[in-house]
């Protein structure tokens, strides 16, 4: 299971860095994860107050091969081209780096037009420092209003099993080739056939809810966080994991 992410075939399933650090343990955390077959690891600016982004940045420096690392900036403050170009010489820095392959606009926010915010970034992957451009928490209408400004590769909003809010985004995602990226993938109690879903499977819950997220669109790739080589594996693990109908229907 795999889908294509600023030019690299990836795993369809990701990993989220808003708890890294810039330790020796998380360190070895990330090569270890991308030697268990990681192809995306998702990071912002905001993330840990910058360590997310050094993190990976002093482990995975020179970039392996087959990886792709995405970031975010305009999460706080006006989102306005002089922040977001701030932000993204800072990234560009933590992740040492001379070129970021998706960058999201992390937040749409009230003091800045999107498109004048959306600007700022294209002028970034104009100049080649930024391959594909992405959008956070947005709807159906934002991510049209953004394709109007720049060529959008991904969308990233809150959903799983039990939040379905964005529905109409992940259709829309995938009948206009767009990769749908869930945050808090896991996050939430599913229906009660999760469980016994997952007894009988003899997989973890979280195992068959990452699985109701692949079955969901071709274009998913969930991001579930976390700083445990065992649990990455375990995640990584669900890309085996097939629903029957029968199973993905009692999931709802």
């Known amino acids: 299971m795999t889908l294509t992410v600023a030019g690299t075939e990836v795993?369809?399933?990701?990993l989220g860095t808003n708890r890294l650090g810039s330790t020796p343990e998380h360190h070895a955390f990330l090569r270890e994860a991308v030697?268990?077959?990681?192809?995306?690891?998702?990071?912002?600016h905001s993330y840990s107050g910058g360590d997310s982004e050094r993190a990976i940045g002093e482990a995975l420096s020179p970039k392996p091969d087959g990886l792709v690392v995405a970031t975010k900036g305009g999460y706080s403050g006006s989102g306005s081209p002089e922040e977001l170009r701030a932000q993204i010489e800072q990234s560009l820095e933590r992740l040492r780096t001379?070129?970021?392959?998706?960058?999201y606009l992390h937040r749409v926010l009230a003091e800045t037009p999107l498109e004048v915010s959306l600007g700022a970034i294209a002028e970034y992957r104009d100049a080649g420092k930024i391959k594909e451009v992405g959008i956070s928490a947005v709807d159906v209408g934002q991510v049209e209003a953004a394709r109007e400004v720049v060529s959008i590769a991904a969308v990233q909003n809150h959903y799983n099993v039990a939040e379905r809010r964005y529905d109409d985004v992940v259709d829309y995602c995938e009948e206009n080739g767009i990769v749908f990226v869930p945050y808090y993938p896991l996050k939430g109690d599913g229906p009660p056939a999760l469980a016994q879903i997952a007894e009988r499977r003899g997989a973890t819950p979280e195992q068959i809810a990452l699985a109701w997220l692949l079955r969901r669109s071709p274009a998913m790739l969930p991001i579930p966080g976390t700083t445990s080589i065992e649990h990455l594996r375990e995640?990584?693990?669900?890309?085996?994991?097939?629903?029957?109908?029968?199973?993905?229907?009692?999931?709802?």
């Open 235 to 252: 995640n990584l693990a669900a890309l085996e994991l097939e629903l029957t109908d029968d199973e993905f229907e009692a999931l709802g």
């Open 35 to 44: 030697e268990a077959g990681l192809g995306l690891i998702d990071t912002a």
């Open 98 to 103: 001379d070129v970021i392959d998706l960058y």
């Open 11 to 14: 795993a369809r399933i990701g």
